[in-house]
């Protein structure tokens, strides 16, 4: 379970990321629908990456997780929920661009050090 979260992980974060970074420039420009669109396209993602963060420490094995990286992204995703709920798309802009895109990278490149230890062959 756990080597197949990482292979998920290493596929998916690159697009997540990008979705965010399109989101997050709409928003910036005053585009609010596309940015809302594009936003909610990233959900699926954002509960999954939530779920990983909460359930990868009981199936670590003992690997160092992030957990620096684990917080950074539930009290952002906590701060984007409240922001999402009173509909301040500028707040959800800045969130997404200058905090979650960059905690992501980080679980991101985390993900690839993971897959380069258990053997999983070229990451991105």
Known sequence: MYQEIIESGVEYLPRLIDGLQASAA????????????????AFDGLEWIAAVI???PQLSKGQVLPTDVFESIRRTL???EEAWSVQDFVTIGD???????THLQGLLEWFDGQAKLLGLGPTQ
């Open 54 to 56: 909460n359930g990868l």
């Open 95 to 101: 969130l997404t661009e200058y905090e979650l895109v």
């Open 26 to 41: 709409f928003f910036r420009q005053g585009s609010e629908t596309k940015g809302i669109e594009q936003f909610t396209k």
């Open 78 to 80: 906590a701060e984007l």
